[in-house]
Each structure stands twice: as structure tokens, then as C-alpha cells.
């Protein structure tokens, strides 16, 4: 059995008869003949009963079409994949984030990137550092964005962008009217923070530590765009990274810079260097470029 025997009976079967196969295959006739007879040698039993000039299947026929079918439908699904593959890298993206990403960044450059890939499919996954770190490292995801990579081991870790922290207060807020925001005002201030445990939090803690402030630490909140919220329902100031900040400037609140000045790293982890998709590759320059543009727009 192989698969010119199986391509012909495909056709014939499809067709209806071994001269419209033979148009369709570019051969002779008689060869699709011959080539039905071998399959039946090979299988072992009748694929047709001839009744003059007509072809009809038998029920083996029938039922080995059937599995033909189920085959080609395989074979289609992987001429597909390998067009995904020879044009994208992989038909399918999956992405790993920490929630300060994901939930603003991510959304809005994985619009601009799949425009030009209607094909493409994307999976995003959205949860702490830990477990974006797990999900690159078992393969289950093609790439992971994180704020602190942890232990990484023989990951490729890149550095996508450094972006000053901006500080965020209710609009009423007597703060509201200065330019800049130093770490001094904010002695006794209502304070909205990151849980302990998270990296973010840690970075900010240490200024305040670093510069004698006591703060009143009235909230903690697990994610930025948690810590945005709380500062538009009045409930105190927060530390963030702009990009999510600027989700929220349709509430009533007013983001200002902040010193001493506090970058917010951004990270690029990968399963390894051998790993790296074409179509994931083409994402992180997408990425970059967002990134790129937010810096001169900053700069402007």
C-alpha cells in the first residue's frame, strides 16, 4: 500500500469513476486501474463492484473511504500548519504575562500585530511572576513577560524597557497641583500599595525606606490596575507604571512624575535559545516598537 494507491482510490471514489481520477491525477486510465488493484491486493478485499461501465463501492470500500478521509484530513492540517510555519514560525502564539502587562500592554500590541496575520491564533495568559516563569520553562507557553525575573536558570532573559514610575492621586487631592511629585510629600499620605511579596512593591518600599518617609499604608491591592481603581474612588495615592496609569485617565484622577526616579524593568524570558519561534520573535519587535514609541512620546 502506498499513498499513490490511496490517492487514486480517494479520487475515484470522490468522482465517481477511474477516468475522471486519471483527469485529475494527470495520469492514464489504465493506471488508475492498475493502481485500485494493487490497493486491493494489499487490503485484502473488493473496493468496488463493477456493473458494466459503473463503479460502486462495496461496504469494505465504503468504510475504508471513510478512514481515508479521516487520514487526508490530517494531512491537510499539517500542509496548513507547515504554511503557518514557512510564513510565521507557528500558526498559533502563546504568551505568558505578569498582570501589569497583560492586562494593558499586551492587548493593545497584540491588536497591532495580528491586523497583518488574520490566520493567527493567540493565546494570552495572565498571572504572577512564578507561574509565567513555569509556563515559558515547560514550553507551554512560546515567551513570558515579566517585571522581575526570578531564578531562570538556562533561560534567555532580555531586557524590553526601562519607564519611570509616575505617581497617581485623586484629582481633589491638594498634591494634584504640583508639576512633580517627590517622596517627601508623600509623608503621611494615605498610601496605596502592591501586596508584600511583589517585586513592584519591593522596588517602591525601598525609596520610601531610603528617604526617612512614613507613609499610612491604607490599601494593598494584588494588581496595578487594582491600585489605579482604589486612587479614582478617592481612596489614596499609588506608585505605578504609566502605561497602566494612563488606562485610567478618564476617571478623576491626575498622573504626575515622580523623585527620586523609579524604573519599572520590563523582561523578555524564553524556554531557551533553541526554542525561539519565528512568529515570537516577530512579536518582541512589535513589542519594542510600542515600547519605542511610548519612550519618544515621553520625551516629546
Known amino acids: 500500500m502506498n499513498l499513490k494507491q490511496i490517492e487514486a482510490f ?11 481520477a486519471a483527469e485529475v491525477l494527470y495520469t492514464s486510465q489504465p493506471n488508475v ?9 494489499s487490503t485484502g478485499f473488493a473496493l468496488f463492484k ?5 463503479l460502486i463501492p462495496t461496504h469494505e470500500g465504503q468504510a475504508f473511504f471513510l478512514e481515508v478521509e479521516r487520514a487526508f484530513v490530517g494531512m491537510d492540517s499539517l500542509k496548513h500548519s507547515a ?26 500590541v497584540l491588536k497591532t500585530f495580528s ?3 488574520p490566520e493567527l491564533t493567540v493565546s494570552l495568559h495572565v498571572n504572577t511572576s512564578s507561574n509565567v516563569e513555569q509556563w515559558v ?3 507551554f507557553c512560546d515567551l513570558g513577560i515579566v517585571i522581575h525575573p526570578g531564578d531562570l536558570n538556562n533561560q534567555q532573559v532580555e531586557l524590553l524597557a526601562e519607564i519611570s514610575a509616575v505617581c497617581v492621586l485623586p484629582a481633589t487631592h491638594p498634591l494634584a497641583q504640583l508639576e512633580v511629585i517627590t517622596v517627601g510629600d508623600l509623608e503621611g499620605q494615605p498610601f496605596i500599595s502592591l501586596c508584600h511579596g511583589d517585586g513592584t512593591r ?3 518600599d525601598e525609596v520610601f525606606e531610603k528617604a526617612g518617609v512614613e507613609r499610612v499604608m491604607a490599601m494593598e491591592a494584588q494588581y496595578s490596575a487594582i491600585t489605579c481603581e482604589m486612587v479614582a474612588q478617592g481612596m489614596g495615592i ?12 478618564h476617571r478623576d484622577i491626575v498622573v504626575r512624575p515622580f523623585r527620586p526616579e523609579v524604573l519599572f524593568r520590563t523582561y523578555v524570558i524564553w524556554p531557551n535559545a533553541q526554542n525561539h519561534t519565528h512568529l515570537a520573535e516577530e512579536f518582541i519587535e512589535t513589542l519594542k516598537g510600542y515600547y519605542r514609541d511610548v519612550a519618544n512620546c515621553e520625551s516629546s
Open 83 to 108: 504554511k503557518n510555519i514557512r510564513n510565521l514560525g507557528t500558526g498559533r502564539l502563546r504568551v505568558a504575562s505578569v498582570p501589569a502587562t497583560g492586562m494593558s500592554v499586551i492587548p493593545t
Open 10 to 20: 480517494r479520487s475515484v471514489m470522490r468522482l465517481g469513476s477511474m477516468t475522471a
Open 238 to 249: 499609588t506608585l505605578t507604571h504609566p502605561l497602566v496609569a494612563k488606562d485610567y485617565l
Open 50 to 54: 463493477r456493473a458494466g461501465v459503473r
Open 202 to 204: 519591593t522596588l517602591v
Open 115 to 117: 491586523q497583518s496575520r
Open 137 to 139: 520553562k515547560s514550553q
Open 33 to 41: 486501474s492498475r493502481l485500485i488493484s494493487q490497493l486491493e491486493l
